[in-house]
Nanobody
Framework: QVQLVESGGGLVQPGDSLRLSCAAS????????MNWVRQVPGKGLEWVST????????SYADSVKGRFTISRDNSKNTLYLQMNNLKPEDTGVYYC?????RGQGTQVTVSS
């Protein structure tokens, strides 16, 4: 079955960077469009970014555009999210998402 395992979160200060990873298994990762979404405190689930399967086309929420970069390594079945210039409003639990299936998430806290 589909399994997604996120890692790489942590507590950082505003302006810092983090790189999230998502190890995927149980489906044809190289053919899958993959998403990052986040659960922000007091809000619902928020879409962050999507990367296409073969052409590696990427799209981003306006709130992260220019600061976050999504990427993938199909040889490792792994999805990444490079997050630069983090802001307090980026705080939340980050999930990788495949067809509405998500892992356990990884906590990102941005605070001074």
């Amino acid at each position: 079955q589909v399994q997604l395992v996120e890692s790489g979160g942590g507590l950082v200060q505003p302006g810092d960077s983090l790189r999230l990873s998502c190890a995927a298994s149980g489906f044809a990762f190289r053919h899958a469009a993959m998403n990052w979404v986040r659960q922000v405190p007091g809000k619902g689930l928020e879409w962050v970014s999507t990367i296409g399967p073969l052409l590696n086309s990427a799209s981003y929420a306006d709130s992260v555009k220019g600061r976050f970069t999504i990427s993938r390594d199909n040889s490792k079945n792994t999805l990444y999210l490079q997050m630069n210039n983090l802001k307090p409003e980026d705080t939340g639990v980050y999930y990788c998402d495949y067809r509405a299936t998500r892992g356990q998430g990884t906590q990102v806290t941005v605070s001074s």
